[in-house]
């Protein structure tokens, strides 16, 4: 596996695999609708970083960073994890969030702090605290499962 910046060539793996994770599963991500082509270059650019993890030629994985806020929060960063579905339990992820940490750092960012990670995401809970993140706490019912019901979410932060 490889780790590296995204490139325009990778733009439609990284958008499969996003629609597949907000459209088909709806368990994590709070959009609601998936990306066209024109809107996932356009998405992606716009990020401070897109880091992608890259196994045979194609895109295993990938996340974004940027700003969590503005102005006198703007040294808090975010991130968003994406790992193809056929690759999962293979350490894609724990490798992305390693990364991402190495990238926030080098973009300027102090923090990184999680809105919104989905009670039942026992993967990526079980990959954030294992690299130190701290729960701030739990919002009830914060997030719209696909299957109709809501979920809690945990909201997390991580000191640079």
């Known amino acids: 596996m490889k780790l590296r910046a995204y490139e325009d060539g990778d733009i439609q793996d990284m958008m499969e695999i996003w629609n597949h994770i907000v459209v088909e599963e709806g368990d994590s991500f709070p959009q609601m609708n998936g990306l066209s082509l024109s809107e996932a270059r356009n998405f992606f650019a716009g990020q401070s970083h897109c880091g992608v993890a890259e196994m045979d030629g194609k895109v295993a994985g990938f996340y974004i960073l940027h700003p969590n806020n503005v102005g006198r929060c703007g040294h808090i960063g975010n991130t968003s994890y994406a790992v193809a579905p056929n690759l999962r339990g293979k350490g894609i992820g724990r490798r992305l969030v390693e990364d991402s940490i190495n990238q926030a750092k080098e973009h300027g960012y102090g923090l990184l702090q999680f809105n919104a ?28 499962m696909k299957a109709g019901y809501y979920e809690d979410i945990i909201l997390y932060y991580l000191e640079l």
């Open 117 to 144: 990670v989905v009670k039942t995401n026992e993967g990526a809970i079980r990959i954030y605290e294992q690299l130190g993140f701290q729960r701030l706490g739990i919002i009830p019912k914060g997030f719209y």
